[in-house]
């Protein structure tokens, strides 16, 4: 990490957020406000591993412990959470801050050794029943980012800002890619639940319509996972675009996405990535609710179906007509209103 080796002399805080993506981001400006209260203290955060490189040399953090999913019927998994059982209970930690709110983050601060461990009340799972301090319960409509923060100035930290930074390095190379230079639109269409996919067929329609009406360079993006659905995007497309679903590091996707001009995401956590690096997101939603964990910060544009139904936080959906009834044009209009205000060279 970027700061020394830990000085047993200097206060130590424990900070649990362990998943998820976009959850990881939306907490950075806690630990930036901790650290900006906290100045001598000596700050971990424990996260699981898949999360891990989101940390990586974060200049407000000494240490990244990681922490395995928990899944019984694996020995790997079972050796890595009594080593990781062990390590905090050889620790001492002078505060623990669940910013999870969950069972398997409780489990983690009930083993951790520390006069003071500090959550919110009634969080889900009974896992409030593992803290000692128990802030009074914040509005669940408030945004992540804000919900996060406001921990923190229970803690004593002042009103301030919300601040990202990354610890890693943002650059990127368009030729690793075998891509020319101009003005690029990062499209990520692929999400965790099935509910929150936009149609291929849109996708597709937008894509084009970013190359030929907009003269942008079109880059579809993703896990390995989410591939088939670009190779289903570019081959409904006139325009040429590029798939590097399966094809980048998180280093890459990031510089990727600070160097675009224009994201339009899905709701998933690329898209807080893209809002955390200062880049303007169209964020199309479906049945989740933007208030709570949109894009963070001015300029970038929701696009979603306001439906009797909706949000209805649903993984499954007989007829997600959330998505399959929002158009192509809907989300041309949302980039329209972000272009209109950028200089794109």
Known sequence: MARPKSDTSRPRILLVKLSSFGDVIHALPTLEALRATFPQAHITWLVEEAFAPLLSGHPALDEVWTAPRLRFNQGRSINKAVSLARRLREGAFDLVIDLQGLLKSALWVALARSPRKVGYDRTREWSYLALTERAPRFDPEA??????????????????????????????????????????????????????????????????????EKGFKVVITGSAGDRPMADD?????????????????????????????????????????????????????????????????????????????????????????????????????????????????
């Open 233 to 345: 995007i570019i081959s409904l497309m006139q325009a040429p675009a590029l798939n590097l679903a399966g094809r980048t590091t998180l280093e890459d996707l990031a510089g990727l996405l600070a160097h675009a001009s224009l994201a339009v995401t899905a709701d998933t956590g690329p898209m807080h990535l893209a809002a955390a690096l200062g880049t303007r997101v169209v964020a199309v939603f479906g049945p989740t609710a933007p208030w709570r964990t949109g894009p963070f910060g001015e300029g970038h544009e929701i696009v979603r179906l306001d439906l009797e139904c909706n949000p209805c936080f649903k993984r499954r959906c007989p007829e997600p007509r959330c998505l399959t009834e929002l158009s192509p044009e809907a989300v041309q209009a949302a980039c329209e209103k972000i272009l209109s205000t950028m200089e794109i060279s």
């Open 143 to 212: 945004h992540a980012v804000r919900r996060y923060l406001n921990l923190a100035r229970h803690l004593g930290a002042p009103p301030t800002l919300p601040r990202f930074r990354f610890g890693f390095p943002l650059s990127f190379e368009p030729g690793r890619f075998k891509m020319t230079r101009g003005p690029l639109a990062a499209l990520h269409p692929g999400a965790r639940w099935a509910t929150k996919l936009w149609p291929a067929v849109h996708w597709a329609r937008l894509a084009d319509w970013l190359v030929r």
